[in-house]
Structure formats: C-alpha cells, structure tokens
C-alpha cells in the first residue's frame, strides 16, 4: 500500500478544506472554538470545521497535540485511550492506531481506527497533522472495540503575526464511527465532542506553561 501517496492526498485536501470558505453551517460556539459543518465528499456523514485562538506558542500547541508514541495527547485527550506507531514509513509519515473510550453516556462503545499520519511544517511556521485510514497487516479489527475510519482530517498550528504567544488551531474532523448508532446520536455527539477538544488542549496547553 501506498502509504506516504495516501498521507500526502490527506494533506493535499487539508490544504483545500483550509481555503474552501463555502458551505460550512455553524452548528456550536464556545469561548475557545467555533465549530462548523457541511456534508461530506468522502462518505455519507459530515466533515466538521473547527476553529479557535489558544493563548500559547504555536510549538507548545503542537507539543500538545502531535500524534507521536508516548506524546501528551493520551494524557488530556479524553477521546484517546492510546495511540501507538504500527509502522514508521519516514519522518514525516507513520501508520498508527488509535483506540478511544466509551463516550456519550456509554452510548458508544470503544472504538479503534488504524490511519496513515503525515505531519508538516511551512515556511510560514505552520504545522499540519494529516491522517486517513487506511487497513495494515499488525492492525486487524479486534473483537472488543468496534473500527471506525477517518477521512481525511487534520489539525493547522497557525501562527499570528505579531501576536507570538497566541496560536490558531484549525482542525477537521470527518470520521465514520462505524457500528449501529442512530444519526442523533452522531449529529449531537461530533460537535460537543470537538468543543471539549479545544476546552481540553486549553487547559493542557496551559498546565505545560506553567
């Protein structure tokens, strides 16, 4: 399998979420983010736009949320139970598999997703995590958790100009969580969830500065 092509197609449609300002309905706001939606090109469920400002350097951010083996992101991130490095393909690209709690009351079981995770910095200082699934031979469906898939999806460490210590995260999220979950259940579990994403990586980014 191609994995470095399928990292760097994931990045390529980061970058086009980033520019594509069309269609995107607001569907939550919260002091540290504001999260929009649009159907999906990718499969039959929606692709989330989120934005905020988090007071701290784009490096410290990105300490925080770059998925690496033993990184910070297991220890504040309440959707990553843990999240290990399957295959190293270069420095840049990895396959990794993630595994998640139960969430939404129990309503969703444990869920494992297997992607292919591209990370880049630009000339302007920004950094990029890129990911897709994709299916790896060490990474068969397990039978207590249920796979569910990313399309592609990311995170943009975008630093202000002139503001050195604030930093803007824009992510997107699009992920089948797989299983037999009523459409409510997704459509109210998806944008709560990426709100305390943000409420989270705030208060993580902050416990790092001190």
Not at 62 to 85: M, S
Not at 150 to 173: A, H, K, M, V, W
């Amino acid at each position: 399998m191609d994995y470095a092509g399928l990292a760097e197609s994931a990045a390529d449609k980061m970058g086009m979420y980033r520019r594509d300002a069309d269609g995107w309905r607001s569907c939550r706001r919260t002091n540290e983010v504001e999260v929009s939606w649009r159907p999906s090109a990718e499969f039959a469920g929606n692709v989330y736009r989120a934005e905020g400002i988090v007071s701290a350097r784009p490096q410290q951010v990105w300490e925080c949320i770059k998925p690496v083996a033993g990184g910070l992101r297991t220890k504040w991130d309440q959707n990553v139970k843990d999240f290990e490095v399957v295959e190293t393909v270069s420095d840049a690209v990895s396959v990794c598999r993630t595994t998640t709690p139960s969430a939404f009351m129990k309503i969703i079981s444990p869920r494992e997703f297997v992607d292919v995770i591209l990370m880049r910095q630009y000339e302007d200082g920004t950094m990029l995590s890129a990911a897709t699934n994709v299916e790896h031979p060490l990474c068969p469906p397990q039978a207590n958790f249920v796979r569910g898939y990313n399309y592609p999806c990311g995170c943009f460490c975008i630093p202000l100009p002139g503001e050195p210590d604030r930093t803007q995260l824009l992510s997107f999220f699009q992920t089948d969580l797989g299983g037999y979950l009523p459409q409510t259940v997704v459509d109210s579990f998806f944008p709560a969830n990426i709100a305390g994403f943000y409420s989270n990586l705030t208060k993580a980014v902050k416990a790092l500065k001190a």
